[in-house]
T-cell receptor, first 113, second 111 residues
Framework: ETGVTQSPTHLIKTRGQQVTLRCSSQ?????VSWYQQALGQGPQFIFQ???????GRGNFPPRFSGLQFPNYSSELNVNALELDDSALYLC????????????FGSGTRLTVV | QKEVEQNSGPLSVPEGAIASLNCTYS??????FFWYRQYSGKSPELIMF????GDKEDGRFTAQLNKASQYVSLLIRDSQPSDSATYLC???????????FGSGTRLLVRP
């Protein structure tokens, strides 16, 4: 049990559709980051939220968006899905606050067909 | 040039040997360094992090950092078949706490 839970575990979507992935962190973990991991690659930073505000973004287009809620849950939304969006999506929280020692959730495997 | 580079492997070592995993990074402003282990089909698991030059030991694991050479390594002593996994090196560049990952080195420990 890592303290970071993600849902769903697997998802199949059609190109052009929209998807929402969910993450829940432990109480007090007010920094959450999302990463995309393509097969055979290391995770790539999508964005980070701190106290419900986006405070850092990687090289991903605006169709990748997110939200963080007061209850330490967060969402990753991807619009207009493309085949290359097929990947493992990882949510991570850090504790103590202000560190980069992230704990990852178990991930959501997204397949776009 | 990739920001964080790792040999993809596989690195094959016999059980009980020392496994040495290496990582180089390009940004001299890098502040902290992390090693994650990832089993096939699972998410990355933090093993160790290091901020200062030198060695840091935790059980069978030792992280080594040389900022002048922009090099960080992970040594696994008394390697076990259960250590067989992909090891990801990650670097934190700035106060945003974004991690830049390498592509990982696959380690195979032979019984």
């Amino acid at each position: 049990e890592t303290g970071v839970t993600q849902s769903p575990t697997h998802l199949i979507k059609t190109r052009g559709q929209q998807v929402t992935l969910r993450c829940s962190s432990q109480s007090g973990h007010n920094t959450v980051s999302w990463y995309q991991q393509a097969l055979g690659q290391g995770p790539q930073f999508i964005f980070q939220y701190y106290r419900e505000e986006e405070n850092g973004r990687g090289n991903f287009p605006p169709r990748f968006s997110g939200l963080q809620f007061p209850n330490y849950s967060s969402e990753l939304n991807v619009n207009a899905l493309e085949l290359d969006d097929s990947a493992l999506y990882l949510c991570a929280s850090s504790y103590p606050p202000g560190t980069a020692a992230y704990t990852f959730g178990s991930g959501t495997r997204l397949t776009v067909v | 040039q990739k920001e964080v580079e790792q040999n993809s492997g596989p690195l094959s070592v016999p059980e009980g040997a020392i496994a040495s995993l290496n990582c180089t990074y390009s940004d001299r402003g890098s502040q902290s360094f992390f090693w994650y282990r990832q089993y096939s089909g699972k998410s990355p698991e933090l093993i160790m992090f290091i901020y200062s030059n030198g060695d840091k030991e935790d059980g069978r694991f030792t992280a080594q950092l040389n900022k002048a050479s922009q090099y960080v390594s992970l040594l696994i002593r008394d390697s076990q078949p259960s250590d067989s996994a992909t090891y990801l090196c990650a670097v934190n560049l700035d106060s945003s706490y974004k991690l830049i990952f390498g592509s990982g080195t696959r380690l195979l420990v032979r019984p």
